[in-house]
């Protein structure tokens, strides 16, 4: 679950687009009033951003990305770009296709379609679309590609890291209804998907959930669950079940109490697991404060924890300025403790296979809190600066981390660790 | 003592003139079955969160020229720059986007005439006999 190298393969083939993105952005019209056919309209939005970790010993990236930079700036974290073709936006039938291009789990820029989905809309009240979408897992999960549409910089990893996968096809039923002093809408989907780190590919079979949001006046509140299906799959599958045939020696019991049980979750990930999201945010919105409250869990399985992650994020907007301040914080459910331990003068041979497995563990043990303090600046049409300092203190300074705070090989961590911020999000 | 009274006097001047502003309506059709809309009920609308009120079918549409900057403010409590946050999260998620924009105030009455669900917003002195106001 851990990797990463230095490379920056790829981040200068998108300058150019992404340069003549901005430029649009400067030049062109509002959103809404992109260029608009009778039954076309093309649109984007895109990030161009640098960000920096101060501590050598750790670095900051996306989940799903391959690059990793401690204590040097880094252009290919939140840099994207994203365009959009809506055909015959708002008629009874309606399409939409999304392509977003950014630094993805190989470590070079690559466009993937992100949206790609047909709309019936049968009635005021219901609405079906089929293809592929973002799955809503959280408040932000579907328009976190985002950036201008949000605050901060990006939506806080503490959430967004319950549920790293993006996207599924399949199909959505969206039902929405005046109930008392406000509206309720309430979105069912399910579908299929694919999903890769830097050093696992997966497969999920099986997708499917609800999200039900209320909304009142300036008070939006919203609940999610959402169930996967998931498997490991490639030659990552092989490794983890390598290493499940390893651990299911008999020979290893009076050494390794608990090796079989490991062998059996390990083998759990190749043939398929389960994990079940569940979510719970609000916002207020109105003039010049907005507030975003948000928790979510993953309950896990097999080699996959369970997690936790709470947002609390309270923003005053002053002319053109937006600051803010939030705290955010995830747990999980592994330990500093060793899932094997290695008792003085075990084999080699054995050592080398807890290292294996607890290697795995710790590179998802990523547990943390952050204060992030920051702020946006409409400093032009269509266009906002946004500058924010994380202050991030991980739960383990001694474990090799992943996922988005990989450690670096031999260096030493206090486990505290703050990621600067500046970037330019767009739309055009 | 002087240039800072004359100094005074413009800048109340500029102040009073930009007071003058238009006092916006929300209008529908005057066959339209829409009436008596709240000032969160239109926010609703036009921020593309509700499609009926009192489950009646309701489009929001715009058009060049309209008094948007007094609209925004009044009704919707945010400015441009918010409003296009709150949009661009809507269309690039598939679910929507700002109103429909026509070219003039004449085309926007002549579809609020012609689709009862249909209503903007506009200056009050520009209210005609084939409009009705629904709110205030």
């Given at each position: 679950?851990?990797?990463?190298?230095?490379?920056?393969?790829g981040?200068?083939?998108?300058?150019?687009?992404?340069?003549?993105?901005?430029?649009?952005?400067l030049?062109?019209?509002?959103?809404g009033?992109?260029?608009?056919f009778?039954?076309?309209?093309?649109?984007?939005?895109?990030t161009l951003?640098?960000?920096?970790?101060?501590?050598?010993?750790?670095?900051?990236?996306?989940?799903?990305?391959?690059?990793?930079k401690?204590?040097?700036?880094?252009?290919?974290?939140?840099?994207?770009?994203?365009?959009?073709?809506?055909v015959?936006?708002?008629?009874?039938?309606?399409?939409?296709?999304?392509?977003?291009?950014q630094?993805?789990d190989?470590?070079?820029?690559?466009?993937?379609?992100?949206?790609?989905?047909?709309?019936?809309?049968?009635?005021?009240?219901?609405?079906?679309r089929?293809?592929?979408?973002?799955?809503p897992?959280?408040?932000?999960s579907?328009?976190?590609?985002?950036?201008?549409?949000?605050?901060?910089?990006?939506?806080?990893?503490?959430?967004?890291?319950?549920?790293?996968l993006s996207?599924?096809d399949?199909?959505?039923?969206?039902?929405?209804?005046?109930?008392?002093?406000g509206?309720?809408?309430?979105?069912?989907?399910?579908g299929?998907?694919?999903?890769?780190?830097?050093?696992?590919?997966?497969?999920?079979?099986a997708?499917?959930?609800?999200?039900?949001?209320?909304?009142?006046?300036?008070?939006?509140?919203?609940?999610?669950?959402?169930?996967?299906?998931?498997?490991?799959?490639?030659?990552?599958?092989?490794?983890?079940?390598a290493?499940?045939?390893?651990?299911?020696?008999?020979?290893?019991?009076?050494?390794c109490?608990?090796?079989?049980?490991?062998?059996?979750?390990?083998q759990?990930?190749?043939?398929?697991?389960?994990?079940?999201?569940?979510?719970l945010?609000?916002?207020?919105?109105?003039?010049?404060?907005?507030?975003h409250?948000?928790?979510?869990?993953?309950?896990?399985?097999?080699?996959?924890?369970?997690?936790?992650?709470?947002?609390?994020?309270?923003?005053?907007?002053?002319r053109?300025?937006?600051?803010?301040?939030?705290?955010?914080?995830?747990?999980?459910?592994?330990?500093?403790?060793p899932?094997?331990?290695?008792?003085?003068g075990?084999?080699?041979?054995?050592?080398?296979?807890?290292?294996?497995?607890?290697?795995?563990?710790?590179?998802?043990?990523?547990?943390?809190?952050?204060?992030?303090?920051?702020?946006?600046?409409?400093?032009?049409?269509?266009v906002?600066?946004?500058?924010q300092?994380e202050?991030?203190?991980?739960e383990?300074?001694?474990?090799?981390?992943?996922?988005?705070?990989?450690?670096v090989?031999?260096?030493?961590?206090?486990?505290?660790?703050?990621?600067?911020?500046?970037?330019?999000?767009?739309?055009? | 003592?002087?240039?800072?009274?004359?100094?005074?006097?413009?800048?109340?001047?500029?102040?009073?003139?930009?007071?003058?502003?238009?006092?916006?309506v929300i209008?529908?059709?005057?066959?339209?079955?829409?009436?008596?809309?709240?000032?969160?009920?239109?926010?609703?609308?036009?921020?593309?969160?509700?499609?009926?009120?009192?489950?009646?079918?309701?489009?929001?549409?715009?058009?060049a020229?309209?008094?948007?900057?007094?609209?925004?403010?009044?009704?919707?409590?945010?400015?441009?720059?918010?409003?296009?946050?709150?949009?661009a999260?809507?269309?690039?998620?598939?679910?929507?986007?700002?109103?429909?924009?026509l070219?003039?105030?004449?085309?926007?009455?002549?579809?609020?005439?012609?689709?009862?669900?249909?209503?903007?917003?506009?200056?009050?002195?520009q209210?005609?006999?084939?409009?009705?106001?629904?709110?205030?």
């Amino acid at each position: 679950m851990s990797g990463g190298g230095r490379s920056n393969t790829g981040e200068y083939t998108m300058r150019t687009p992404i340069a003549a993105a901005v430029a649009l952005a400067l030049a062109g019209p509002a959103v809404g009033q992109e260029a608009r056919f009778d039954w076309l309209a093309v649109s984007g939005f895109g990030t161009l951003a640098t960000s920096m970790t101060d501590d050598p010993a750790v670095g900051f990236r996306m989940p799903f990305q391959k690059n990793v930079k401690a204590d040097t700036w880094a252009t290919d974290v939140d840099s994207k770009l994203g365009l959009q073709f809506d055909v015959n936006r708002g008629g009874e039938f309606s399409g939409v296709l999304q392509v977003v291009a950014q630094q993805r789990d190989k470590g070079d820029y690559k466009a993937e379609v992100e949206w790609a989905n047909v709309m019936w809309t049968i009635n005021d009240s219901w609405r079906v679309r089929a293809g592929r979408m973002v799955t809503p897992v959280f408040m932000l999960s579907d328009s976190q590609n985002v950036g201008y549409s949000m605050v901060p910089v990006r939506y806080a990893r503490e959430m967004g890291d319950n549920y790293p996968l993006s996207r599924h096809d399949g199909a959505e039923v969206i039902f929405g209804a005046e109930l008392g002093p406000g509206r309720l809408q309430v979105q069912a989907f399910g579908g299929v998907t694919s999903y890769n780190t830097a050093s696992t590919s997966y497969k999920a079979d099986a997708i499917f959930g609800a999200a039900a949001t209320y909304s009142t006046g300036p008070w939006t509140f919203r609940a999610s669950g959402t169930s996967v299906q998931l498997k490991a799959v490639g030659n990552s599958a092989n490794s983890l079940s390598a290493i499940a045939t390893a651990l299911a020696n008999p020979a290893l019991a009076p050494l390794c109490p608990n090796c079989k049980e490991e062998s059996q979750n390990f083998q759990d990930i190749v043939d398929g697991s389960s994990g079940v999201f569940f979510g719970l945010g609000m916002s207020y919105d109105e003039g010049a404060f907005y507030g975003h409250a948000e928790y979510g869990i993953r309950q896990g399985s097999a080699i996959v924890p369970d997690t936790s992650g709470l947002l609390l994020l309270g923003a005053y907007r002053w002319r053109t300025l937006t600051p803010f301040i939030s705290y955010s914080m995830s747990t999980t459910s592994i330990d500093e403790a060793p899932v094997i331990a290695t008792p003085a003068g075990s084999p080699a041979a054995f050592r080398a296979l807890a290292g294996a497995v607890n290697g795995v563990y710790y590179g998802q043990a990523t547990d943390r809190s952050a204060i992030t303090i920051g702020s946006r600046w409409d400093f032009y049409r269509n266009v906002a600066l946004k500058v924010q300092a994380e202050f991030v203190e991980h739960e383990y300074d001694s474990i090799p981390m992943g996922g988005t705070w990989p450690r670096v090989a031999g260096t030493t961590y206090d486990g505290k660790v703050n990621l600067y911020t500046a970037s330019i999000d767009f739309i055009f | 003592m002087k240039t800072i009274r004359t100094l005074c006097l413009v800048a109340c001047s500029a102040a009073f003139t930009g007071a003058a502003s238009a006092e916006v309506v929300i209008a529908a059709g005057a066959a339209s079955p829409l009436a008596g809309l709240s000032k969160t009920q239109v926010a609703e609308v036009f921020l593309g969160k509700a499609k009926t009120v009192g489950g009646k079918p309701t489009k929001p549409v715009d058009y060049a020229g309209s008094p948007k900057s007094e609209f925004w403010d009044s009704y919707l409590g945010k400015s441009s720059d918010q409003l296009k946050a709150h949009y661009a999260k809507l269309q690039f998620t598939g679910l929507g986007g700002p109103p429909k924009e026509l070219g003039s105030l004449a085309d926007a009455k002549k579809l609020a005439a012609e689709d009862p669900s249909v209503i903007i917003y506009l200056d009050k002195a520009q209210v005609d006999s084939s409009l009705k106001v629904i709110s205030p």
